[in-house]
């Protein structure tokens, strides 16, 4: 039952090139900093990326991008990563854009083993329809395009259908754990988080203190341990802000 890893380089170990893996976090908010920064110095590629966005170019899943290891995302949001924009422009980048709602939902569904689900957001859109650009050839023009989803209507209204997601793997960032698991977020930095444990077929916890087992209270847990198979203590948490906005 202790799940307690040494360190995040020994938890990320066997994520092999070519795996999917989830990752919490929202811009740059409660990202699990240590395993990406860990997955940066393997020697694994070819990885998809399922994360509300991308980081910035020196921080997060951006440095994984810059080093070449990603080969698709799944996001809700890039617009801070010029390196993000230029991968997917010259072809290098598959890029599957999802409405951010959407997003979360169709992790929490991944988690909860609901095949798909009907969601009035996109209907009617290139979302439903298809046509969108997942990854563009050399010459700028679209390699593959977003097929089209299957829409019902509902008392009077359009829906598409979205597939859940789920992964091979899962990252997280955690405030506290038990070496049971058991997590509890701080704050904005829950975020994508709890989705994300409850999606991956092994989900990895960082966390900022590790506590004895019983000392959470039950009723103040978010993710209960039984979702999270590694948990590990992090260090050097930056915990950086993408944009800092001050009064004169």
């Not at 395009?145 to 992964?167: H, L, N, Q």
């Not at 977020?185 to 991956?200: D, E, K």
Request: proline fraction near 4%; glycine fraction near 10%.
């Amino acid at each position: 039952m202790d799940k307690v890893f040494k360190s995040a380089r020994e938890a990320v170990a066997d994520i092999p090139s070519g795996a999917t893996v989830l990752a919490g976090g929202f811009g740059l908010c409660g990202i699990p900093e240590n395993c990406i920064r860990a997955l940066s110095e393997r020697d694994v590629n070819d990885l998809t990326f399922v994360s509300n966005n991308c980081g910035v170019d020196d921080f997060g899943l951006g440095i994984l991008l810059r080093n070449k290891q990603i080969k698709k995302m799944i996001s809700s949001y890039v617009g801070e990563n010029k390196e993000f924009e230029r991968q997917y422009l010259s072809g290098e980048l598959e890029v599957e854009l999802c409405p951010q709602g959407t997003l979360a939902e169709r992790l929490r569904a991944g988690g909860a083993g609901i095949p798909a689900f009907f969601t009035p957001t996109g209907a009617g859109t290139a979302v439903s329809d298809g046509g969108l650009p997942l990854r563009y050839a050399a010459d700028g023009s679209v390699a593959k395009a977003s097929p089209k989803k299957e829409v019902r209507e509902f008392d009077g209204r359009s829906y598409v259908m979205e597939r859940a997601i789920t992964g091979d793997f899962a990252i997280v960032k955690a405030w506290k754990g038990d070496r049971f698991g058991n997590l509890v977020y701080r704050h904005t930095a829950m975020n994508f988080n709890p989705m994300v444990a409850t999606a991956g077929k092994i989900t990895i916890a960082e966390v900022e203190e590790i506590v004895d087992v019983g000392a959470l209270p039950p009723d103040h847990i978010h993710t209960a341990g039984i979702f999270v198979h590694r948990i590990v203590l992090g260090e050097r948490f930056e915990k950086r802000i993408e944009r800092r906005t001050v009064s004169p």
